[in-house]
C-alpha cells in the first residue's frame, strides 16, 4: 500500500453547477445548445441557474470546509476560459478558477482539476467537434492557457473526464451532447480525445510542470447473464468497448483487437488512426482516474454494433435504476491492478442519486450513507491487497443539473433547494465529515 497520504473529497462539474452560461464572456456550450433542443432534458431543464456556483462559490467553499473536505475536484468550462474554442484567453472567465483555487488552498483544500468535462465549445462542434481531427489542437492550445493560468495555483490535473461518455453516448447513440446517431462519428471521436489527452499530457512533461498529471475514465464490471458462450461473448464485448478501448490505449499503447475488427465490420476503415497516434496516447500517467457507479450484467441480443441487452440484476437499485454491487468496485480496482500494473489511482466519482427530500430543514438519506459506506469498504478491501488507491471524491458535493435528467435527479450529499439556492448538508455530507474527522484522528 503507498505511503502518500489519503485524500478525502468531493466532486462537481462546471457546467452543472455553475450556472451564469452568459455571463462575463462566457461562450456557447455544446451542452447549452443540446438542453435547449426539445425533449433533449427532461422537463426542458437546461444549464441556468444550475447551483449558482459562479456567484456563490464562496460560500460553497466555506461549506467544504466545514465538511472537512480535503481535496475538492472541480472542472474548467472551456467555453468561459476561451469562448469560441479557439483564440484569446477570456480574463474574467479564467479569473473565476484562479479565486476558486485560490480560495480552496487558502482553506486547505487541494484542487483536483478537470480540464474537460463534456462542455465543448458549439463553435468547435459548428466545424464537427471530437470528431474532426483539428480538435486536438484547439484542446491543446486551450489546455495550454488554462495550465498557465492557474500555474502555482493548481497541481493535479485531470485531462478528460470519461471519454466514453464523450464520444459514445454523444456522437453514436445521440443520449448526451452534441447529440448525434453515428458509430463512426462516435469512434472517431473517442480516438480524438484520446490523442488529445495525450498531447497535453507531453506538453506537460516537455514544459518542466509541477504537478501531476492524468485521466479519469468511467469503468464497470460486465458480467454475462448466463454461462452460456453467446452472453460470455457479449461480456467481453461490452467490456472491450466500456473499458480495453480505453485502457489499453492508454496503458498498453495499443486498441484490443477484437474492438479494431468489431468497430471496422461496422462502421468501416479506422483512418482516424493515424501512425504515431498511439504512442502519443500512451503518455506515462501519474494517476489514473475511475468512476465508478454499477456494473453490467448482459445478454446477447441483435442489437446494433455490440449485439448485446442490459438485464436487471437482483440487487437493491438507486433512484436511476442502477444496481447497487459494491463488491463489484473491489473486482474493479483488483483487475486494473492484475492486468495494467501498479498504477496509482483515484476514485475520482462515486455515488447515487436517490429520492430526498426536505423535512424540517433536514434531509435524512440514510440510502445513500450506506451506499457510500459500502463503496469506501470495498475500496479499503482493494487498498489491504495491494491496490494503490490515494484518493475518494464523492459524486456530488451539490445536487445539480444532472444532464439528460435535468433536476430530476439528485447525487449531492448536500441538499440545494433550486428555488432559494439554500445549500442544507444531508445526513451523508454530515456522516461524510464525520469519517474524515476518525481516518486523521480529529
Not at 467553499?61 to 472537512?68: F, H, K, P, W
Not at 479564467?94 to 462542455?119: C, K, M, N, S, V
Amino acid at each position: 500500500m503507498s505511503t502518500a497520504p489519503f485524500i478525502w473529497g468531493a466532486g462537481t462539474a462546471a457546467f452543472q453547477i455553475e450556472g451564469a452560461t452568459r455571463i462575463d464572456g462566457r461562450g456557447e456550450s455544446i451542452w447549452d445548445r443540446f438542453a435547449a433542443g426539445a425533449g433533449n432534458v427532461a422537463n426542458g431543464d437546461t444549464g441556468d441557474p444550475a447551483c449558482e456556483h459562479y456567484f456563490r462559490w464562496r460560500e460553497d467553499i466555506d461549506l467544504m470546509a466545514e465538511l472537512r473536505l480535503q481535496g475538492y475536484r472541480f472542472s474548467v468550462s472551456w467555453p468561459r476560459v476561451q469562448p469560441a474554442g479557439r483564440g484569446p484567453v477570456n480574463p474574467k472567465g479564467l479569473d473565476f478558477y484562479r479565486r476558486l483555487a485560490e480560495g480552496l488552498r487558502e482553506r486547505g483544500i487541494q484542487p483536483l482539476a478537470t480540464l474537460y468535462h463534456w462542455d465543448l465549445p458549439q463553435a468547435l462542434q459548428d466545424e464537427g467537434g471530437w470528431a474532426q481531427r483539428d480538435v486536438v489542437e484547439r484542446y491543446a492550445e486551450y489546455a495550454r492557457l488554462v495550465l498557465d493560468g492557474l500555474d502555482g495555483l493548481v497541481e493535479d490535473w485531470i485531462t478528460h473526464n470519461e471519454p466514453w461518455v464523450t464520444s459514445f453516448l454523444g456522437y453514436a447513440q445521440g443520449i448526451k451532447a452534441p447529440g448525434l446517431r453515428d458509430w463512426a462519428a462516435g469512434v472517431r471521436a473517442a480516438h480524438h480525445a484520446l490523442l488529445a489527452h495525450g498531447v497535453v499530457v507531453r506538453d506537460f512533461r516537455a514544459a518542466g510542470r509541477a504537478g501531476r498529471i492524468g485521466i479519469t475514465l468511467d469503468l464497470t464490471v460486465a458480467r454475462p447473464a448466463t454461462q452460456s458462450a453467446e452472453d460470455i461473448a457479449a461480456a467481453e464485448r461490452l467490456d472491450g468497448h466500456h473499458n480495453r478501448w480505453f485502457l489499453d490505449a492508454l496503458l498498453r499503447g495499443a486498441y484490443p483487437g477484437d474492438m479494431l475488427e468489431l468497430y471496422e465490420r461496422e462502421t468501416g476503415p479506422l483512418d482516424a488512426i493515424a501512425p504515431g497516434d498511439l504512442e502519443t496516447i500512451a503518455q506515462p500517467l501519474d494517476f489514473l482516474g475511475v468512476n465508478f457507479y454499477r456494473p453490467n450484467l448482459v445478454a446477447a441480443d441483435v442489437s446494433p454494433v455490440l449485439g448485446l441487452r442490459e438485464v436487471e440484476q437482483d440487487a437493491e437499485v438507486t433512484a436511476m435504476d442502477w444496481p447497487v454491487v459494491p463488491e463489484a468496485l473491489t473486482e474493479l480496482l483488483l483487475r486494473i491492478k492484475r492486468d495494467y500494473g501498479d498504477l496509482p489511482l483515484l476514485i475520482t466519482e462515486n455515488g447515487a442519486a436517490f429520492q430526498d427530500r426536505l423535512d424540517d430543514g433536514e434531509v435524512d438519506d440514510e440510502r445513500r450513507v450506506a451506499y457510500l459506506r459500502a463503496h469506501i469498504a470495498a475500496v479499503e478491501r482493494a487498498r489491504a491487497q495491494g491496490v494503490d488507491v490515494r484518493g475518494y471524491y464523492v459524486w456530488s458535493l451539490l445536487d445539480n443539473f444532472e444532464w439528460e435528467w435535468g433536476y430530476e435527479q439528485r447525487f449531492g450529499i448536500v441538499y440545494v433547494d433550486y428555488a432559494t439556492q439554500r445549500r442544507i448538508p444531508k445526513s451523508s455530507a454530515l456522516w461524510y465529515r464525520d469519517l474524515i474527522a476518525r481516518r486523521n484522528g480529529g
